[in-house]
């Protein structure tokens, strides 16, 4: 083991260190989530993925036809596309579908069991609408889902050691504020306060449990839903990245890769001018371990996705000397490439804190104002 995880402070909490000398390019550890789910909005728009592990379910070419609304569309080297409809299997009693039977198996017994719409717990209706409740009430792009909620409460009824899991998901950080900073949650302002009612009453009326009763009420259910939003970690498969890297992997004469590589940037800007940068089965998971990573805007590792599906691996983007913080960015590429105010609004409304690492103290003096609001000053100019 490479790492381990130490108490910082009251307001960091944990974070994970490096043990021994990392290399750029290492993996330092690979995880499977606590739970995991793909996004409402990215189910309802036909994304398809295993309702386990959300690896991505559709071959390439179906993912391109349907993204780019281009029936005729071909893809050369089906050999380089890893999905393989002949493994999917069904519940035996509803429509969820996953990528192997190991998946069917394991969201069976850990939730599934109660929300399959042939369970005598399951209120397939009441559940609908409390998932349209949520998707009238947080539009794309998507932060957190009240699907993660529904998850946790039905793993809670189907876990023969309930006390042990309600004690691993509380364990994660769940204030709905930080008051040293003064900041409250982005999603759990007044103006929402009329719909996390309704979904806390609708959730209560359809999944409530008395061993996490302090849950329902509404500082709990605050509570719960910052737990999601700042500890959860994006997930992206994609049966398209697959069979591009493997494309990359072929032994090709010159022309032929050219005509490859055009071919692929060509079909990119196609499905981007039609679908948007939206392209993944998108969704997220709770890690244990990964939770424990504090942000930086310079990090020294980065979270991927190495087998297209939930297991998520944290990999070194730098050299790491032994008793070293491993940091990760919470922040996309574009993200992290705008100003150090723009960061530090982003960071505060989502995950609660005022970053301190090395790249915003370097920037202290830099005006405070978006890099919108920059670039429009620099403009008018």
């Known amino acids: 083991m490479t790492w381990c995880i130490r108490h910082i402070d009251n307001v960091k909490g944990f974070g994970l260190f490096s043990t021994e000398n990392i290399s750029s390019g290492s993996v330092i550890l690979e995880e499977d989530p606590i739970i995991s789910c ?16 959300m690896k991505s379910l559709e071959t390439t070419e179906e993912m391109c036809k349907r993204l780019a609304q281009n029936p005729g569309l071909k893809l050369p080297h089906h050999e380089c596309c890893e999905s393989k409809p002949v493994t999917y299997v069904h519940c035996q009693k ?11 198996e394991k969201a069976y017994n850990e939730f599934h069991k109660t929300l399959c719409p042939s369970s005598d717990l399951s209120d397939r209706n009441a559940l609908e609408v409390l998932d349209e409740t949520w998707r009238g009430f947080h539009y794309p792009p998507e932060t957190a889902s009240i699907q993660m909620i529904i998850r946790i409460l039905a793993r809670i009824k189907q876990e023969e050691k309930k006390e042990e899991f309600i ?30 009612t309704t979904l806390r009453e609708q959730l209560s009326s359809v999944l409530f449990d008395e ?20 500890n959860q970690q994006g997930v992206g498969t994609s049966a398209l990245s697959v069979w591009v890297h493997n494309c990359d992997e072929l032994d090709l004469n010159p022309k032929d890769r050219e005509e490859l590589d055009n071919l692929i940037d060509g079909l990119y800007e196609e499905l981007e001018n039609v679908a948007g940068t939206f392209l993944n089965c998108e969704g997220a998971g709770l890690y244990r371990i990964q939770s424990k990573c504090n942000h930086s805007c310079e990090p020294n590792a980065e979270v991927c996705f190495p087998h297209n599906n939930h297991r998520l691996a944290v ?27 723009s960061r530090q609004q ?32 620099d403009m008018e100019d």
């Open 167 to 196: 004690s691993d998901i509380e364990k994660f950080c769940h204030a709905s504020r930080n008051d040293v900073e003064q900041i409250a949650h982005k999603l759990l302002g007044e103006q929402f306060l009329v719909q996390l």
């Open 315 to 341: 990999k070194a983007c730098k050299d790491i000397a032994a008793g070293e913080e491993i940091t990760i960015s919470y922040l996309s590429e574009c993200q992290i490439a705008r100003g150090r105010y």
């Open 38 to 53: 793909q996004f409402s909005w990215n189910k309802l728009y036909k994304y398809r993925a295993c309702d386990y592990c």
């Open 211 to 230: 061993s996490v009763q302090h849950w329902f009420t509404d500082d709990g259910f605050k509570n719960l839903f910052a737990l999601l939003g700042t």
């Open 94 to 104: 509803c429509e969820e579908i996953y990528c192997s039977m190991d998946c069917r």
């Open 346 to 377: 982003f960071l505060k409304e989502n995950y609660l804190f005022h970053c301190c690492c090395s790249k915003c103290l370097e920037q202290t003096d830099d005006p405070d104002v978006t890099t919108d609001e920059e670039s429009s000053s």
